[in-house]
């Protein structure tokens, strides 16, 4: 039985290793991914902005009131598609700014904040690729060594009251 237990362990720590090497290839993946959306998004803005540097001293805002102060409702639509575009615009940057703050900021950006579709995205494209990186091995041996801990100390948390009545029984 001790033996099943050790190979268990294991089995445990190797999948949950192959799970951490995969983190860091994850969460740059998903960092690309924004970056592409922000450059697409920029690209869309910038004839608006064109538009505002021309007619409004560069306010994209006063551009969207101008149009929805119209009274042509396809002028007033209008407004409301660059208002759109421009809000993806300021979310995607304020997420890239976000992503490149910090080591450990990317991976609070990735997992805990991040853009759900463009990380639904990443998660549909991502290829498992094993890059074996120094900071792909080190996930690898803190998440094998995590989930492994948590398993055991799990397992030995259902198992106690066994142990309890055989220790009584004996």
């Not at 190797?14 to 951490?20: D, N, T």
């Not at 538009?51 to 306010?59: C, H, L, V």
């Not at 409301?80 to 615009?89: A, C």
Request: glycine share 4%; proline share 3%; with cysteine.
């Amino acid at each position: 039985m001790k033996r099943l237990a050790a190979y268990g362990r294991l089995i445990c720590f190797f999948v949950a290793a192959m799970i951490g090497v995969q983190i860091p290839q994850f969460v740059d993946q998903y960092g690309d991914a924004v970056y592409a959306h922000l450059n697409e998004a920029k690209a869309s803005v910038a004839e608006f902005q064109q538009e505002a540097d021309r007619y409004f001293d560069g306010s994209i805002e006063r551009l969207i009131d101008y149009y929805r102060a119209s009274d042509d409702p396809v002028f007033i639509d209008g407004g409301d598609s660059i208002e759109t575009i421009y809000q993806r615009y300021q979310m995607l940057q304020s997420a890239w700014n976000q992503y490149q703050q910090g080591y450990w900021q990317r991976y609070q950006t990735t997992f805990l904040s991040p853009i759900t579709d463009i990380r639904r995205e990443a998660w549909t494209r991502y290829d498992y690729a094993v890059r074996l990186t120094p900071e792909a091995l080190v996930m690898a041996v803190v998440v094998g060594l995590f989930i492994s801990l948590l398993a055991d100390l799990l397992l030995s948390l259902l198992l106690w009251p066994l142990r309890k009545r055989r220790t009584v029984a004996n």
